[in-house]
Nanobody, 123 residues
Framework: QVQLVESGGGLVQAGGSLRLSCAASGRTFSSAPMGWFRQAPGKEREFVASINWNGSRKYYADSVNGRFTISRDNAKNTLYLQMNSLKPEDTAVYYC????????????????WGQGTQVTVSS
């Protein structure tokens, strides 16, 4: 059974940092793209960042570009999201996704999803 488990969320003040992790189990994703989405209350789930299988290609939403960094450790089957200079509008549940194709990183949406981790940024 494939599982993606996010961790690292929490409450942080504006301007602070958090590092999210997504640990995969049940299969290896070392040859598959992975990414992060988020969903704020009352809003649709939106793309945050994606990364190809070996980390050579990354893509970010305009709203987080320059503040967030996506990375992966294939030996640990784990995906990361380093979030710096956090803003109140970054408050959301953050979801990890993996699998699928990476023909257009802007349109990436994985086959598997985690349950999400809450990030709350106070002003």
């Amino acid at each position: 059974q494939v599982q993606l488990v996010e961790s690292g969320g929490g409450l942080v003040q504006a301007g602070g940092s958090l590092r999210l992790s997504c640990a995969a189990s049940g299969r290896t994703f070392s040859s598959a793209p992975m990414g992060w989405f988020r969903q704020a209350p009352g809003k649709e789930r939106e793309f945050v960042a994606s990364i190809n299988w070996n980390g050579s290609r990354k893509y970010y939403a305009d709203s987080v570009n320059g503040r967030f960094t996506i990375s992966r450790d294939n030996a640990k089957n784990t995906l990361y999201l380093q979030m710096n200079s956090l803003k109140p509008e970054d408050t959301a549940v953050y979801y990890c996704t993996a699998g699928g194709t990476y023909s257009d990183p802007r349109l990436f949406r994985g086959d598997y999803w985690g349950q999400g981790t809450q990030v709350t940024v106070s002003s």
